[in-house]
């Protein structure tokens, strides 16, 4: 069992930065690949960042915005999330699985991150 815990949202302006942080406890060495997963209120939850196998992913919506990192020895991954704008306005969800995350085995609970215009 993995459990997973994020942190670092918040509310910030257009334009501004903030950086997510998912601390890993448990059975750490058992997934693949870990990311981040954003889901805006009225939309399905959609997939935003993932590292595996040493190389990082992104959505089209993001890329040369937010980056994506591991601290293997902290157990934690990162999202720093530059140019923010406010349809980046979600609750923000950690995941850990396998594949490109089309199989996930945990799930964070949530952090929110508001972008106001």
């Known amino acids: 069992q993995v459990q997973l815990v994020e942190s670092g949202g918040g509310l910030v302006q257009a334009g501004g930065s903030l950086r997510l942080a998912c601390a890993a406890s448990?059975?750490?060495?058992?997934?693949?690949?870990m990311g981040w997963f954003r889901q805006a209120p009225g939309k399905e939850r959609e997939f935003v960042a993932r590292?595996?196998?040493?190389?990082?992913y992104y959505a089209d919506s993001v890329k040369g915005r937010f980056t994506i990192s591991s601290d293997n020895g902290k157990n934690t991954v990162y999202l720093q999330m530059n140019s923010l704008k406010p349809e980046d306005t979600a609750v923000y969800y950690c995941?850990?699985?396998?594949?490109?995350?089309?199989?996930?085995?945990?799930w964070g609970q949530g952090t929110q991150v508001t972008v106001s215009s």
């Open positions: 995941a850990g699985g396998w594949g490109s995350l089309d199989i996930v085995g945990s």
């Open positions: 448990g059975r750490t060495f058992s997934f693949y690949a």
């Open positions: 590292i595996s196998g040493g190389r990082t």
